[in-house]
């Protein structure tokens, strides 16, 4: 089961760049993105502390798994067994939105962007209404063979490496 989806935008610069890439954002997702803002000032590369350098969505259910389609067919539905974190999650970025499906629009311009998908089994119902928390335990845990089969089982894709 996935639990989210969760497409990145990131320039490390703001203003008319990165609201561009925003609205790229919304329309492939039909949601508003979020920014995110810079933590500290690094000089070299032109960012000051608080600046909004990046934007992201998180996509969950159906839509998620209709835009991850979207995002493995410019991938061949190939992806790197080194995509595959420890934790079940797995990430890959794209080059060009227009790839995906979208029209180009020569006032937006081009713009990549990263993929991450964060799967999880569903929970185990328990008596918690007392207040007391209970973790699942080893075996409810996703591993990156998990993952990696749920990939090649739910997209026929082929893991390299």
Known sequence: QTRSSGINAEYGESGDRLTRAAKVLEQLTGQSPVYSKARYTVRSFGIRRNEKIACHV?????????????GL??????????????TGSFGFGIQEHIDLGLKYDPSTGIYGMDFYVVLNRPRIPRGEAQGEVRQD????KVTKTDAVKWFQAKFEGIVIG
């Open 73 to 86: 067919k410019v991938k061949e539905y190939e992806l790197k067994r080194k995509n595959f974190s420890n």
């Open 58 to 70: 998180t996509v969950r259910g159906d839509k998620a798994l209709e835009i991850l389609e979207r």
């Open 137 to 140: 335990g080893y075996q409810h």
